[in-house]
């Protein structure tokens, strides 16, 4: 545990040390914030609190996607990766401190958007829904996070940068992040209970909100974490650091 | 007691097979030079050693368990390449994070200040030169008080001053009892320091032994010459003849050709190339030394001989 503390640190004292890469997640999420929820759903208290969830589910999962996704693959290209694995120290402790970096991250990356949604938009929240969002925020971290580890250790840094941005679009319109809950358009709805980020929108605004979540979405984004936690420890096992054929 | 220990190890990336059932023991307190030119196997022969990759058949061994496990690796210490070291990080905070992982590190002070590196503590690695990143990277390799450490290349790229401080550490490591296996493709690296020499060549153990008989076989000189009839010679460890010329490998070129000429042997177009490692070691190894074959093909490791140094 300790140890796991150690890597932590060292993850985020390399990225806080090149701050547009914190910037980088923070801004898709903040920009879709202001383009998007404040001219449109900005003076419907409702509305504009399940659009903030909404933002911040979509930034939770780019966070993710992204941080690992990439950073794994980027940190696999690396050689210091491959000395910190002669370490007398299993596995556990540097996955667990990437782990608790990249929670942390997340939840930095989150700040512009509760910042817009608070002072840009009617959204409200009563402070014990505010611990339960954020609590949820940790628990829908979990199938990105699965789903960035699994791009990043099974695929190069070059190619995982393009599967990441291929998947999160779709994963956000697809789930129906960027209309209100019921709201989206009809194939969307049809859709979007099959999709991790359905299940995880539903969440966030079960957190924040007098909102009913669907049984499909959540069992479906149950199926999604099994899934791609089998996927990421297959590519895990599998890896040997770079390989060259 | 065996530190470390290759059994018939083989290691294939695709279709090359990078090492080839090899067999190697480090015993305690030896310091071992693995030398061979690049793409020998070295480097892959480390990296199963210290656990990085399996090996595709045989088996492996660190102090008696497998190098995957955590605990097989608590009394190694490994040089990371030094392209690797995060360049934002200072270098304080590198040995501080490697220290971390040891129960008894030795004082971040007292590592920097063996390897010279005292000034440096508050700066990021990515600023460091080249050399003052290869002697941290090394000095990593110490920080968990090792009982064995493997240092691959350790001072490829440095200049002569820095190099001499390197060595003066790892002689020091091993005055006091460690155990050292470390790889050079410079053969002056490993009669510097080591004790022992491990010849590797396309993946396979050519030579196993003093630093005094290595040096012997590696001295071979190619003597070449068109010539009908040979008188004995001196040193000749191998002749062959190819499309008309004579090929002898020997261990002492100037009295052979002094020989040749004494004996008034008439001979042309006579030159004297230097083997490289890896061709004076197949050549002696692979078959008949010291048997004239008078047709023949030129064996696939003696086709090459440009000078290369070794």
């Known amino acids: 545990m300790q140890l796991a503390l150690v890597h932590a640190r060292y993850q985020l004292l390399e990225i806080i040390r090149i701050p547009v890469a914190v910037f980088g997640s923070a801004f898709f999420p903040a920009a879709a914030m202001i383009f998007f ?11 504009a609190t399940y659009a903030t969830a909404s933002m911040v589910t979509f930034s939770v999962m780019s966070a993710n996607i992204f941080q690992y996704g990439v950073g794994v693959a980027e940190d696999r290209d690396q050689p210091w990766n491959p000395y910190t694995r002669t370490l007398p120290a299993g596995p556990a402790p540097r996955f667990a401190g990437r782990v608790l970096a990249g929670l942390a991250l997340t939840y930095l990356s989150l700040i512009p ?127 040997e650091g770079r390989r060259f054929s | 007691m065996t530190l470390a220990r290759a059994l018939q190890a083989s290691r294939r990336y695709g279709d090359v097979l990078a090492l080839d059932r090899v ?75 490697v220290s971390a992982h040891y129960p008894d590190p030795v004082p971040r002070a007292e590592l920097l200040d063996r390897f010279g590196l005292a000034d440096l503590v508050r700066r990021q690695t990515g600023g460091l030169s080249g050399g003052q990143r ?15 450490v493997l240092l691959d290349e350790p001072t490829t790229g440095l200049d002569v001053a820095a190099r001499h401080t390197l060595w003066d550490a790892i002689r020091a490591f091993h005055d006091d009892g460690g155990t050292v296996l470390l790889s050079s493709h410079y053969l002056e690296e490993v009669e510097a320091l080591a004790h022992r020499v ?59 050709v002094r020989a040749l000429v004494t004996a008034q042997t008439p001979f042309t177009d006579l030159e004297v190339r230097p083997t490289s490692l890896e061709e004076a070691f197949l050549a002696i190894t692979s078959g008949d030394a010291d048997q004239p074959t008078s047709t023949g093909q030129p064996a696939p490791a003696a086709a090459g001989g440009q000078p290369t140094t070794v």
């Open chain 1, 113 to 239: 958007v509760v910042v817009i949604g608070a002072t840009l938009t009617a959204a409200q929240l009563t402070p014990a829904a505010f611990l339960l969002a954020l609590g949820t925020v940790a628990v829908i971290s979990v199938p990105f996070t699965l789903m960035g580890l699994a791009i990043g250790y099974s695929l190069p840094s070059k190619a995982a940068i393009v599967v990441a941005q291929v998947v999160f679009l779709p994963l956000a319109f697809g789930g129906g992040l960027l209309s209100a809950p019921g709201d989206a358009p009809g194939f969307i709805e049809t859709i979007a209970p099959y999709l991790p980020t359905r299940g995880a929108a539903e969440l966030m605004w079960a957190s924040v909100g007098d909102y009913r979540v669907e049984p499909l979405a959540l069992i479906m984004l149950g199926v999604w974490v099994v899934l791609l936690a089998a996927l990421a420890a297959w590519a895990y096992r599998r890896d």
């Open chain 2, 198 to 256: 491990v010849v590797i060549g396309q993946g396979r153990v050519l030579a196993d032994d003093t630093v005094d008989a290595v040096r012997g076989i590696v001295g071979v000189r190619r003597v070449s010459l068109i010539a009908d009839h040979l008188p004995d010679l001196p040193g000749v460890v191998r002749t062959e003849r190819v499309d008309g010329r004579l090929h002898l490998l020997t261990t002492d070129a100037d009295e052979l």
């Open chain 2, 134 to 148: 290869r002697r941290l990277a090394v000095a990593l390799a110490f920080v968990g008080r090792p009982r064995l």
């Open chain 1, 37 to 47: 929820v404040v001219p449109f759903a900005g003076d419907d208290p409702v509305g």
């Open chain 2, 23 to 97: 067999d190697l023991e480090v015993s305690a307190g030896e310091l071992v030079g693995l030398l061979g030119p690049n793409g020998a196997g070295k480097s892959t022969l480390m990296n199963l050693l210290v656990g990085l990759r399996r090996p595709s058949s045989g088996r492996v061994e660190l102090f008696g368990g497998d190098p995957r496990d955590p605990a097989s690796r608590r009394q190694i210490g490994v040089t990371p390449q030094e392209t690797g070291l995060p360049g934002t990080l200072r270098v304080g905070e590198v040995v501080d994070f």
